[in-house]
């Protein structure tokens, strides 16, 4: 038996990587770790990080900067660096932090048991490899304890388009999918748990192609089709995808697939052809809303939420309105932009940069636009009823608060609600960042 030791992770970036932490610290449950909530406790503190945006990468040396003291008053504590700036910058942070002992790629978590150990003996140990075997298949051995009403699964990671601003495709690799089998046995094993909403998790989701049980490739609409069959699974939501990858299936599924939930997130990045060709999206302006309305006929009240970028290297002023229309054009529900980010190896970064103060000016713009848009959506389900699984007790007494189909944060008065529960609610009023209701 290994003597018992608590492990703190602190998870940055995309649902990839909550979903990843979740399945590193089981791996590390045979080494005699449980998780713990605060770094103060741990013997080992892992960072799950993310390269994205300069920002974002730069985060992992500040919290590195600051667990110093940590290790100094306990010089046995681990601290490992995992994710997408372990994979993209590899030994450079061993060499720029010397109190980080263990790296490891997004590709290696199965190999972190063995890893942990080599650190412990006082190695320091680096793995950014893209191993041949499975890592899930190794990191399958969950333990039964119940969970909360929701949950992410991975079904595809890795990415073929290479969009010329974009790390992913180094950081996370090749498009792989994973067998129909796999992911239908998790699933079951997250419902007999407890989760009744299941969130399909890929860098490039809708370009799922995993094995059937068949013997042949399945799209991600006949995997959806196939876990809603799941006895207690309730809900079924999917991200990320791209516009290219949305086949007839898929978006038939959105109309006639009951578990499927009406929301959809499909970045498009920029409304300017002359950008999108330079971004290498293969798609335009006018594909995109085409096929947002086929979307849209196949299920006229799904609320689409996207991505932007601003400023991209030689974006002029022309190029952004055109990004403006197009979300006149769409009109959002939800949606995430940010400043382009120079990053190292990608083709964009060797382009004429747009100026930080356009940038900041045309960020602020198109929040604005977003912000109008997204309150007006949401102010439209004030008289509606909508299914709302709730998650958790609100902040005022009595309160639960849960998610409804569209994604709506819902507040409702009620002491006859456990979390789990899915219910009619009616819709009364709409808050800054909130819809409230009333059970049916
Ligand atoms: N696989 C997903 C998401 C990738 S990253 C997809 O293809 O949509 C999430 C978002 O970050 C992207 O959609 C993009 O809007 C943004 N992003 C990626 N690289 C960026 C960069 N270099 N600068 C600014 N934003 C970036
Ligand atoms: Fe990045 Fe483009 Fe791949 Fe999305 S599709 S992960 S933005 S390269
Ligand atoms: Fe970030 Fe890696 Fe996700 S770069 S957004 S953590 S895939």
Not at 182 to 189: F, M, S
Not at 417 to 433: F, H, K, T, Y
Request: charged share 30%.
């Amino acid at each position: 038996m290994t003597a018992p030791k608590k492990l703190f992770i602190k998870t940055y970036g995309c649902q990839m990587n909550v979903y990843d932490s979740e399945r590193m610290a089981e791996a590390l449950g045979p080494s005699g770790y449980t998780e713990v909530s605060s770094p103060e406790e741990a013997d080992m503190i892992l960072l799950n990080t993310c390269h994205i945006r300069e920002k974002a990468a730069e985060k992992v040396y500040s919290e590195l900067g600051r667990l110093k003291g940590l290790k100094a008053a306990k010089p046995d504590l681990k601290i490992g660096v995992a994710g997408c700036v372990a994979q993209a910058e590899g030994e450079e942070i061993m060499t720029r932090q010397p109190l980080v002992d263990l790296v490891v790629g997004p590709q290696s978590y199965h190999r972190l048991p063995a890893m942990e150990a080599r650190a412990r003996s006082g190695e320091k140990v680096l793995d950014t490899d893209f191993p041949e075997e499975d890592k899930f298949e190794a990191l399958k051995s969950r333990p039964k304890a119940r969970r909360g009403p929701t949950a992410f699964l991975t079904v595809q990671e890795g990415c073929d388009k290479f969009c010329a601003f974009c790390v992913v495709p180094y950081t996370r690799g090749a498009e792989v999918s994973r067998p129909v089998d796999r992911i239908r046995a998790e699933a079951r094993d997250l419902v007999e748990r407890g989760v009744r909403e299941i969130t399909l998790l890929g860098q490039n989701v809708n370009a799922y192609h995993g094995e059937g049980p068949d013997g042949r490739d399945w799209t991600l609409a006949r995997l959806i089709r196939e876990l809603a069959e799941i006895d207690g699974l309730a809900r079924l939501r999917f991200t990320t995808s791209h516009p290219n990858d949305m086949d007839d299936d898929l978006i038939a599924a959105h109309g006639d697939c009951a578990k499927l939930m009406p929301y959809l997130h499909l970045p498009v990045q920029s409304g300017s052809d002359r950008i999108l060709k330079r971004m290498n999206r293969s798609h335009d302006r006018d594909s995109y809303l085409r096929l947002i309305d086929r979307i849209r006929t196949a299920r006229p009240d799904i609320l689409m939420s996207g991505d932007f970028i601003v400023g991209f290297p030689e974006e002029t002023d022309q190029d952004f309105r055109d990004t403006m229309r197009l979300i006149e054009e769409v009109q959002y529900g939800q949606a995430f932009s940010f400043k382009y980010s120079t990053r190292p190896g990608t083709p964009a970064a060797e382009r004429p940069q747009v100026a930080e103060d356009v940038k900041t000016a045309r960020l602020a713009e198109l929040q604005g636009l977003i912000t109008t848009q997204q309150r007006a959506l949401q102010d439209a389900m004030v008289g509606q009823t909508v299914g709302v699984l709730f998650e958790k007790p609100g902040r005022q007494p009595g309160q639960m608060v849960g998610k409804s189909d569209h994604l709506h944060a819902v507040h409702v008065e009620a002491t006859d609600i456990a979390p789990g529960d899915l219910r009619q609610v009616r819709i009364i009023a709409s808050g800054s960042n909130s819809l409230s209701g009333t059970l049916i």
